[in-house]
């Protein structure tokens, strides 16, 4: 059975499209096949300044959203990042490995510096694509669900595996990135040149899982598209309706040709329509649950905290093998 890993940022109050059909809905059908870890990344988060209190309840809340979202915390193990010690530990000895050149090509962070200035970023964005690499390789992870903006790190992560067992002696198991074409990238509604994403400037055009269902519906029938009229995949010269089409695949699981066929020659109107609709009854749903589940949150630290044990379990584990085969220890 492949083990399979990922994790997402408590970031914001909600998950956005984006996380959803990249990652999210990949999750939810990979974990019947193997033995999964989903975590969700607190320590990661600390790289953008936040409020203690707002970030401690952003964990318990993108908690409810994977268990609403189908990831069955029974089967799966759904844990918190900063519960397992070993991930720090482990981000340590791999930056020992890791080239400052190395990781000062890493595309995310050059964006995300590029803001403020480098000047102004704190080590801990630098170092964050190295604390990605210790959370896949302490589970002796197969394969890791992400959307393609995280394909350059789980590179990175390939290659410490690589030089580590080279240098060290086999002590990790090199992870494959699972990264599905069509949905990698959901686009910004408003800019669909650009991908959605949370420190957009606007959230005219990102949909959020716990926006209520009459907002979502607005948003995607006033999705930026062009006055050339016809439904077809084009991103270069149609980016908005290219991006819709991928929504609507994702969410009907049909085919895009076949979603081409039936609505090329019906407007924009009615194609928005029936993407608003499919999203709005995948959506409403585990946005309910979320709610109902973030009105227990003992029942839901009682989750996390058993998982962390599980998780611990396996991360020390490998920690020790990494540590031991370091010369320490
Ligand atoms: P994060 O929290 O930014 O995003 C979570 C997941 O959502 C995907 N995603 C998208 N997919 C398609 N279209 C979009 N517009 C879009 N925006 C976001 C991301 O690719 C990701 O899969 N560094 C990671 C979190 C992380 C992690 C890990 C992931 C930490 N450790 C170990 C996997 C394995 C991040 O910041 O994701």
């Known amino acids: 059975k492949p083990r399979i890993y990922s994790g997402m940022q408590p970031s914001s109050g909600s998950l956005h499209l984006g996380n959803y059909v990249g990652a999210l809905m990949q999750w939810r059908e990979l974990q019947a096949e193997g033995e999964a870890f989903f975590s969700i990344v607190d320590l990661h988060a600390l790289t953008s300044a936040k409020d203690p209190k707002v970030l401690r309840q952003q ?35 791999l930056s020992t490995i890791t080239g400052f050149g190395e990781a000062s090509r890493m595309t995310q962070f050059k964006d995300k510096s590029a803001k403020e200035g480098v000047e102004a970023a704190n080590v801990g964005l630098f ?35 690589e030089r580590f067992n080279k240098r060290f002696g086999k002590t990790f198991r090199v992870p494959k990135p699972h990264i599905l074409g069509e949905t990698a990238r959901i686009m910004d509604l408003q800019d669909p040149t650009r991908k959605m994403s949370k420190s957009a400037e606007t959230d005219k055009g990102i949909i959020w899982l716990l926006d209520e269902p009459g907002k979502t519906v607005k948003k995607i029938k006033s999705a930026v598209t062009d006055t050339d009229g016809s439904i077809r995949v084009d991103a270069e010269n149609k980016p908005g309706v290219t991006n819709l089409l991928g929504i609507l695949s994702a969410f009907t699981g049909r085919p895009i040709d076949d979603l081409v066929a039936e609505f090329d020659g019906q407007g924009y109107g009615a194609f928005k329509g029936a993407v608003a609709e499919a999203v709005i009854d995948e959506l409403s749903p585990i946005r309910d649950r979320t709610l109902d589940l973030l009105d227990d949150p003992a029942e839901l630290d009682r989750i996390l905290d058993a998982n962390a044990e599980r ?16 010369g320490l220890r």
């Open 127 to 161: 170092t964050y694509p190295i604390l990605m690499a210790g959370d896949i390789l302490l589970y002796d992870t197969d394969l890791v669900p992400v959307g393609g903006d995280q394909k350059q790190h789980v590179e990175l992560t390939r290659d410490l595996a």
């Open 311 to 326: 998780a611990s379990a396996v991360a020390d584990a490998t920690l020790d093998r990494a540590m031991v085969a370091m």
């Open 59 to 93: 964990v318990r809340t993108l908690a409810a959203q994977y268990i609403a979202g189908g990831i069955d915390p029974e089967a799966s193990c759904l844990y918190v990042q900063s519960h397992v010690a070993a991930h720090s530990q482990m981000a340590w000895l």
